[in-house]
Structures are given as structure tokens and as C-alpha cells.
């Protein structure tokens, strides 16, 4: 069975940091590209940042500078470390975990980020 567990969420001012983790079982993990994507209420889910099994990263635009994505396969787990969080960041975040050549997956059951004063 495969699961994919996020933690790290929470409320977090203006500014502040946050680093989510996504620990995987049931699957290869160094087989797998991850990534993690976000859902804002009223809003489709949006990419955030992928990093493949040979460590390519790809960022979205809104979040490059402030986003780190990064992966440890010894312990089939991938991290996204949160900087400079503003109030549009606040979503339900997800990891995804997907073996090429599929582009279905895996997906998380969410954690949720809150940016507010």
C-alpha cells in the first residue's frame, strides 16, 4: 500500500519560514519524481515545485527565490523549505509522488499552510 505522509503546516506570520516534509512508503522512492503542489480555497491546484529522480528541480515563478525543493532517498522523503511566506501562499499543500514514464501518481492527504498576522 502506498502512502505518502506530509507534515510541517501551520500558521506562520508574514515573512516567516516553514519546511514540509512528504515520507513516502509503498513505492521505490528514488524511482519516483516528487513534487508538491497547493490548493488555495475557491482556486485549482497549483504546482509549486517538482524534483526529479536525478534531481532536476523546476520551480513555479511565483515561488523561485523564496521555495527550496529537495529530496533525501535514503530516508524516501522530500522537503519543501518555505522562506519569506506571504499571505498568498496560505493553501492546503500536497506531495505527489509519480514513477516515469506515468504522469499519474500518488498523492498526500494534505497539510495545511496559513500566512497571516
Known amino acids: 500500500q502506498v502512502q505518502l505522509v506530509e507534515s510541517g503546516g501551520g500558521l506562520v506570520q508574514p515573512g516567516g519560514s516553514l519546511r514540509l516534509s512528504c515520507t513516502a512508503s509503498?513505492?521505490?522512492?528514488?524511482?519516483?519524481?516528487m513534487g508538491w503542489y497547493r490548493q488555495a480555497p475557491g482556486k485549482q491546484r497549483e504546482l509549486v515545485a517538482t524534483?526529479?529522480?536525478?534531481?532536476?528541480?523546476n520551480l513555479a515563478d511565483s515561488v523561485k527565490g523564496r521555495f527550496t525543493i529537495s529530496r533525501d532517498n535514503a530516508k524516501n522523503t522530500v522537503y519543501l523549505q518555505m522562506n519569506t511566506l506571504k499571505p498568498e501562499d496560505t493553501a492546503v499543500y500536497y506531495c505527489?509522488?509519480?514513477?516515469?514514464?506515468?504522469?499519474?501518481?500518488?498523492w498526500g492527504q494534505g497539510t495545511q499552510v496559513t500566512v497571516s498576522s
Open positions: 524534483i526529479s529522480r536525478r534531481g532536476s528541480v
Open positions: 509503498g513505492i521505490i522512492f528514488s524511482f519516483n519524481d
Open positions: 505527489k509522488a509519480n514513477r516515469p514514464p506515468a504522469t499519474t501518481g500518488y
